[in-house]
């Protein structure tokens, strides 16, 4: 496999934990973690594997931090490029925009020419409606730290073993 470079806001909480757990179930070594907030071009060009984490904020919206980052984004050429997203986000609270930003995020690469792996079955999450949902799969990884944190741990291990299979 190919050296992964995962992509969050270092200021965040619970997607910081989730990297720190993503990373750790990756046994620390050949992943690389990045500030998406201090970002170069240079240095989001350098890898072939991406793991993006994304919160969702604003009632269904990117973080200000990933939004800034767009533009910058819309630059690359994605081809040949595999990318896996995870996203914190409430179920309960948010249930109209559960993890939205996954959803914005996995088009704009899409329309760049990546390709989203890691995507996982929505059952035993309940919400009305999320922008991350094609068909009964969410195009990446949600993380429901604030109704189901109990959760999280076996959720990013059994999602970092799937990618372990479709990551090259
Ligand atoms: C003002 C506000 C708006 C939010 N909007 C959404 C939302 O639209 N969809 C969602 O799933 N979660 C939403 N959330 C929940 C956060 O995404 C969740 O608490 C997440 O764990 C925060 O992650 P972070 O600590 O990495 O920033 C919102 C939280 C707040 C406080």
Redesign the pocket.
């Known amino acids: 496999m190919k050296k992964i470079g995962i992509f969050y ?1 270092f200021n ?5 934990e989730a990297a720190n757990q993503i990373i750790k179930a990756f046994g620390n070594t050949n992943i690389e973690a990045n500030n998406v907030e201090k970002i170069s071009d240079a240095q989001f060009g350098a890898y072939e594997n991406y793991i993006l984490g994304v ?7 990117l ?1 200000n931090y990933w939004d800034e980052f767009l533009p910058a984004l819309e630059e690359f050429d994605l081809k040949g490029k595999t990318f896996a997203l995870y996203g ?4 309960k ?2 249930s109209e ?5 996954i959803g914005i995020l996995a088009e704009t690469i899409e329309l760049l020419g990546g390709k989203i792996i890691g995507f996982v079955a929505n059952k035993g999450y309940k919400f009305d409606h999320s922008k991350a949902l094609r068909g009964n799969h969410f195009v990446g990884l949600p ?4 109704t189901q944190k109990k959760l999280v741990p076996e959720r990013i291990e059994k999602w970092v073993e799937q990618l372990k299979t479709e990551f090259k």
Do not use: I, M
């Open positions: 806001s965040t909480k619970n997607t910081t919160p969702t904020w604003f009632d269904g919206e973080p914190a986000g409430n179920q609270e948010y925009n559960f993890v939205d930003a993380l429901d730290f604030d």
